[in-house]
């Protein structure tokens, strides 16, 4: 069986980064593209990144200039790298492989980017 574990989310500022980590397991690693997603609740997931077997990377448009991924065949583990975060990266994100003819997906790892935040002053 097929097993990807991702690790590396949490919470930081505009600006700030992040290093995701997804752990393989259950197939020769370094066969296979490996994908990373992202997903907001009432929306479809969406492919942020590829590396494929050979190492050839691929990038939405929207994270391009600012997210890297990688991999490291001889740990099973491929990662994201992810710089110049913005509020609109707030996602959970999710490794993928298709591996034997079928998807094998992660449980996620959740990215939140706060707002700077807006002062509100209420006064009589």
């Known amino acids: 069986q097929v097993y990807l574990v991702e690790s590396g989310g949490g919470s930081v500022q505009p600006g700030g980064s992040l290093r995701l980590s997804c752990a393989a397991s259950?197939?020769?690693?370094?066969?296979?593209?490996m994908k990373w997603y992202r997903q907001v609740p009432e929306k479809e997931r969406e492919l942020v990144a590829t590396?494929?077997?050979?190492?050839?990377?691929d990038y939405a448009d929207f994270v391009k200039g600012r997210f890297t991924i990688s991999r490291d065949n001889v740990r099973s583990r491929a990662f994201l790298q992810m710089d110049e975060l913005k509020p609109e990266d707030t996602a959970v994100y999710y490794c993928h492989t298709n591996a034997y003819g079928r998807d094998f997906w992660g449980r996620g790892t959740q990215v939140t980017v706060w707002g700077r935040g807006t002062q509100v002053t209420v006064s009589s």
């Open positions: 590396i494929s077997s050979g190492g050839v990377t």
């Open positions: 259950g197939l020769n690693f370094r066969l296979y593209a």
